[in-house]
T-cell receptor, first 113, second 111 residues
Framework: NAGVTQTPKFQVLKTGQSMTLQCAQD?????MYWYRQDPGMGLRLIYY???????DKGEVPNGYNVSRLNKREFSLRLESAAPSQTSVYFC????????????FGEGSWLTVV | GNSVTQMEGPVTLSEEAFLTINCTYT??????LFWYVQYPGEGLQLLLK?????DKGSNKGFEATYRKETTSFHLEKGSVQVSDSAVYFC??????????FGAGTTVTVRA
């Protein structure tokens, strides 16, 4: 029962470095999401993909890019990391219907120094 | 736009106490409402949900009723345990499937 799997779990970057967070789901879900979690702010949507081949900006997309590689995989890329991107990142997926449960991965802890 | 407001924490309780976490929402359509729980060092797990007005979601002794007239979805549990210590998030999903979250409420239950 893998569900949503994201890697890496922990990463330290220097300012200006780039990296990609990988995410895969095995539930045959159409929709996938990337959120970031910061203290006192809940989770904020960075990007989402309603279906394979489409991506859309969420609430806080600046500084990020995404790729929906296929139905299973949805990656998040930081092209030039900044300390403000220090956060916990969660990938999630759901079926494409209102009210469907969204399932989350275990999170990736990213520190930019 | 959509938004969720939940009571600020942290909340500290003794075991077997009654827990209430208030949640109100603003939405343009007819949202589905959720409570997610995050245990220390883990991702978010769905605790319960309700998809239409007057629905009651329940799981693990927790309950929440979708109140359209007061735009609320308060979480309650009659007798908490130490294992209920976690961060609780209220969220809504409108017709576009995306979740909007509240800021989260940290609950600590003492033995």
């Amino acid at each position: 029962n893998a569900g949503v799997t994201q890697t890496p779990k922990f990463q330290v970057l220097k300012t200006g470095q780039s990296m990609t967070l990988q995410c895969a789901q095995d539930m045959n879900h159409n929709s996938m999401y990337w959120y970031r979690q910061d203290p006192g702010m809940g989770l904020r949507l960075i990007y989402y993909s309603a279906s394979e081949g489409t991506t859309d900006k969420g609430e806080v997309p600046n500084g990020y890019n995404v790729s929906r590689l296929n139905k299973r995989e949805f990656s998040l890329r930081l092209e030039s990391a900044a300390p403000s991107q220090t956060s916990v990142y969660f990938c999630a997926s759901s079926g494409a219907a209102p009210g469907n449960t969204i399932y989350f991965g275990e999170g990736s802890w990213l520190t930019v120094v | 736009g959509n938004s969720v407001t939940q009571m600020e924490g942290p909340v500290t309780l003794s075991e077997e106490a009654f827990l209430t976490i208030n949640c109100t929402y603003t939405a343009t359509g007819y949202p589905s409402l959720f409570w997610y729980v995050q245990y220390p060092g883990e991702g978010l797990q769905l605790l319960l949900k309700a998809t239409k007005a007057d629905d009651k979601g329940s799981n693990k002794g927790f309950e929440a009723t979708y109140r359209k007239e007061t735009t609320s979805f308060h979480l309650e549990k009659g007798s908490v345990q130490v294992s209920d210590s976690a961060v609780y998030f209220c969220a809504l999903s409108d017709n576009d499937y995306k979740l909007s979250f509240g800021a989260g409420t940290t609950v600590t239950v003492r033995a």
